[in-house]
């Protein structure tokens, strides 16, 4: 599927015909839709993962300088991003 095609179909063609006022309905092929649900599927999967890659890499940075940093306040600094890190990651998975 390259592209998807969204047809336009009047109030007049629809079966049975809708009186009154005339208005257009947008409607896309079963198989175009399924498709296009897949692909969605597929990029919600890629973006979930590439999310938690992300909170796995700032949780451990977090962690290694809130273990070695010189400064008391850049160690409890770095312990607070790592604990907002954790209640992220927490969040992203419900």
């Known amino acids: 599927m390259k592209q998807v095609k969204i047809f ?5 063609h629809l ?3 809708v009186a009154g006022e ?3 309905i947008d409607m896309v092929r079963h198989s175009d839709y399924a498709a296009l649900e897949a692909k969605c599927a597929a990029l919600d999967e890629v973006r979930a993962q590439a ?3 992300l ?3 700032l ?3 977090f962690k290694r300088i809130s273990e070695t940093s010189l400064t ?3 160690r409890i600094s770095a312990g607070a991003a790592a604990t907002f ?4 990651r927490q969040g992203a998975s419900q």
């Open 59 to 61: 949780e451990s940075a």
């Open 15 to 17: 079966s049975p015909p």
């Open 51 to 53: 999310r938690n890659e």
């Open 22 to 24: 005339g208005f257009c």
């Open 72 to 74: 008391p306040e850049l």
């Open 55 to 57: 909170i796995d890499e």
């Open 85 to 88: 890190v954790s209640i992220f």
């Open 8 to 12: 336009s179909i009047e109030s007049d």
